[in-house]
């Protein structure tokens, strides 16, 4: 399978399987889209016909690169074949390890986001806050059930987790004290909104969190739109500075600036535009999953300006990186050399397996986009998973189960997608939420682009 199209300038060939990708000039582009159903001659001849106005291009030129692509295929670097199909259902067969848990350590929030899939905070239930016994129960049980996995990852998640900061600090204390021991290394993540950020906040983040979230929708009348406070006040004047200081501070130290686009901000690259003049250099910035009928919901009329903003995106992060004032986002960060490694490209984040949302009570569910849905209760931090049904359902939710992905050439790039956006747009995880679908490959687009236009540029 391969996939061509051109943008900003580039003609582009992606050899899907091999992940291969060539950008060539417009005889060999239509060359290449010909080839696997015309013979060399018919090929001949249509080119000859669509150039007849160019003396370059004659038929012993043609003929040289019908076989410049024949060794490429050849080589397995274009119309290579699927070698991972039989292989998708044993790869999560094999293991019930987890490395990875959610912990949410507050079911409640100082903002009032009425776009909030979290129903602000409390996840469609009561309020609540994680004690620091079920939380250390929960690194317990993530050491337990992790078998030689050395490195571990704990994400603080909420609602807003600084509402219980000082379980997030001991909690952290808890698990560095058995890192020796038990021959684990934890890597923790914090989410936050801002509101909360101080000193104490920033200093230990700083030294303990090998990741923050920070959440920022980006110009101050989007971001005040929905991110308010109980009073209906917006967050920006309050959050921006901290979280400024924050990123100042972190120095080398990963974070992202994360905000969510809304069919209220199509134009959303100007958001994060304006965020990168700000100073801040990882950014993120995702589309809103909601009801349809929700006012914020994204549409389809704005798909072609959505499709038009990814691309307004990639060429001024091209621009801005001549310009030596480069700023990152984190869905056109692909590696096309050294990507991720087969078993991650057909399985994806391994919900419901490898990783886990802890509620602040101690019940495990796939994910917190999952949390307060009792039909994806898995168990409990004391019991371990109870529900093996339902953790086979999610060993199985991979790329190859699910028949809309079978000719989407961007499928070993999105592993299939999110399994709860999935659920929330078919109601079943192994559905696909088309929408979503239709940005990751415009997204996917852009960001291979941009890569062919470094290499030009390096060469």
């Excluded at 350590?105 to 899939?117: D, E, R």
């Excluded at 050395?150 to 603080?156: G, P, S």
């Excluded at 070993?412 to 088309?434: E, P």
Aim: hydrophobic share 35%; glycine share 6%; with cysteine.
């Amino acid at each position: 399978m391969i996939h061509q199209y051109k943008l900003n300038g580039y003609n582009i060939v992606l050899d899907v399987y091999s992940g291969s990708v060539h950008v060539v000039d417009d005889v060999a582009y239509d060359m290449i889209a010909l080839y696997e159903t015309c013979t060399p001659d018919q090929i001949v001849s249509a080119m000859l016909e669509k150039y007849r106005d160019r003396p370059d291009v004659t038929e012993a030129d043609l003929r040289e690169c019908l076989e410049d692509i024949g060794a490429l295929k050849d080589a397995g670097q274009l119309f290579s074949q699927d070698q991972y199909a039989g292989m998708a259902f044993d790869f999560k067969r094999r293991s019930n390890e987890i490395k990875a848990l959610c912990l949410h350590v507050a079911h409640t929030c100082n903002l009032n986001c009425s776009y909030c899939f979290a129903s602000q905070g409390k996840y469609h239930g009561d309020r609540a806050l994680m004690s620091f016994e079920v939380g250390k129960r929960a690194l317990d049980f993530l050491v337990e059930s992790s078998g030689n996995r050395t490195n571990l990852e704990v994400d603080f998640f909420g609602g807003e987790p600084l509402m219980n900061w000082q379980v997030v600090k001991d909690l952290v204390a808890y698990a560095r004290s058995i890192e020796a021991e038990k021959h684990k290394k934890f890597r923790f993540t914090l989410t936050t909104n801002g509101v909360l950020v101080d000193d104490d906040v920033i200093e230990f983040s700083n030294r303990e969190m090998n990741n923050v979230v920070m959440s920022i929708d980006g110009r101050p009348q989007v971001h005040d739109r929905f991110r308010v406070d109980l009073a209906g006040k917006g967050s920006y004047e309050k959050v921006v500075p901290k979280f400024l200081e924050f990123a100042r501070r972190r120095g080398e130290r990963d974070y992202y600036v994360r905000g969510t686009f809304t069919h209220c901000n199509v134009d959303f690259t100007n958001d994060l535009l304006h965020l990168a003049d700000l100073g801040f250099t990882k950014l993120s910035m995702e589309p809103v999953v909601c009801s349809p009928d929700d006012p914020c919901a994204l549409t389809e009329d704005d798909l072609p300006r959505l499709y038009e903003q990814y691309e307004i995106l990639a060429r001024e992060m091209l621009k801005r990186e001549e310009e030596g004032r480069p700023f990152t986002f984190y869905h056109y960060m692909i590696d096309l050399a050294h990507g991720p490694c087969i078993y991650k490209r057909i399985s994806g984040c391994g919900s419901g397996t490898e990783y886990m949302a802890v509620t602040p009570w101690g019940d495990l569910y796939p994910c917190h986009q999952f949390v307060g849905d009792e039909k994806y209760l898995m168990g409990n931090i004391w019991d371990g998973v109870t529900n093996d049904a339902l953790r086979d359902e999610f060993k199985y939710c991979n790329v190859y189960a699910r028949p809309e992905c079978d000719s989407c050439w961007a499928r070993l790039y999105c592993s299939g997608g999110c399994a709860a956006n999935a659920y929330h747009a078919s109601g079943s995880i192994r559905g696909v939420y088309d929408y979503g679908c239709r940005l990751f490959r415009k997204r996917m687009e852009c960001a291979i682009m941009m890569q062919a236009a470094r290499a030009e540029k390096s060469e």
